[in-house]
């Protein structure tokens, strides 16, 4: 197990996630984190436990080289076995009892769509960011409610990182940045692009515009 940055995410910056099996999946982590994504998501709904628990590995030491948290999503048990944080959804266990499994310092955040409310109970139930979305229509989740801009404003006051999630491209993030999001998670706009070390730096430069600089 890797040892990684596991305390609450500081700052602002791109969210990258990973967009299922693909065969070049740790060169376009790599790519994805020198183009400057500031948090990394391992996504990976398929039923291939033993490959998944490889891939979670590499990539967790991937990101401590890059000093990038690294985050599994909903599997508890493979961020435990990789040393990485975990995200929740609505289906997935609680936060409690994910923080009994992982620890005090682990990342655990949150999908929260577009309830205040539902962030509110999870902010007070020890989550270290709030997820909100889909800000725009979705390729990777074509089904989800599209939600007011307004809910990352709102989100903004309640003293966690707020992310923002949903369609999100270089061309229409800057309003969710204006509105109070700390990160952008992004999937297509990263991981279907053809030069996804490119397509993170330009994300990653509407927070920090700094030409060429490597985070």
Avoid at 110 to 122: F, K
């Amino acid at each position: 197990m890797t040892t990684l940055l596991r305390s609450r995410p500081t700052g602002k910056g791109i969210y990258a996630i990973t967009d299922g099996p693909r065969d070049d999946l740790f060169a376009a982590v790599e790519a994805a984190l020198a183009g400057g994504a500031r948090l990394l998501q391992y996504r990976d709904g398929t039923t291939d436990a033993e490959r998944r628990r490889s891939e979670a590995d590499e990539i967790s030491r991937i990101c401590a080289r890059y000093e990038v948290p690294f985050i599994v999503d909903a599997d508890v048990a493979l961020a435990r076995e990789t040393g990485g944080g975990v995200h929740l959804s609505q289906e997935d266990v609680s936060v409690e009892a994910a923080r009994e499994q992982l620890g005090p310092e682990a990342i655990i955040g949150v999908s929260c769509y577009g309830s205040i409310e539902r962030a509110r109970h999870l902010h007070a139930a020890g989550a270290d960011y709030l997820s909100f979305g889909a800000m725009y229509p979705s390729t990777t989740k074509p089904g989800a409610s599209v939600v007011s801009h307004d809910v990352v404003t709102q989100a903004a006051t309640l003293g966690l990182p707020v992310v923002a999630i949903g369609g999100i491209t270089a061309d229409n993030a800057q309003v969710l940045i204006d509105a109070g999001a700390d990160y952008l998670a992004v999937v297509s706009a990263i991981f279907a692009a053809p030069d996804i070390q490119t397509a993170t730096r330009r994300l990653a430069d509407l927070f920090d515009p700094r030409p060429g600089l490597i985070r």
